[in-house]
């Protein structure tokens, strides 16, 4: 059974830190490009960074300069640190896994999806 299991989320104050992970188990992601989105109430899911399968970054502009994907293989483990958090981070945060292996951002690519982890940020 494919699971993807996000932890780290929690209540910080603007300009925190937080550090997402995402657990993956059930197949081999070596190849798969593995994502971050998120969701704010009200809002559409939107792309927030993404690791393909030859461990290039990308970033939405959002998340440029402030958050930082990162992954152990042998952990089977997916990071998102987020740094100099603000209010507008607040959503619930996704972590997908795409077969295809490319850089996109397009959430319909991902083939698995995690349950969600909750990020709130105060001013």
């Known amino acids: 059974q494919v699971q993807l299991v996000e932890s780290g989320g929690g209540l910080v104050q603007a300009g925190d830190s937080l550090r997402l992970s995402c657990a993956a188990s059930?197949?081999?992601?070596?190849?798969?490009?593995m994502g971050w989105f998120r969701q704010a109430p009200g809002r559409e899911r939107e792309f927030v960074s993404v690791m393909d399968w030859n461990r290039r970054t990308y970033y939405a502009d959002s998340a440029k300069g402030r958050f930082t994907i990162s992954a152990d293989n042998a952990k089977n483990t997916v990071y998102l640190q987020m740094n100099s958090l603000k209010p507008e981070d607040t959503a619930v945060y996704y972590c997908a896994s795409s077969i295809r292996g490319y850089y996109t951002t397009n959430s319909k690519n991902y083939d698995y999806w995690g349950q969600g982890t909750q990020v709130t940020v105060s001013s």
């Open positions: 059930g197949r081999t992601f070596s190849g798969d490009a």
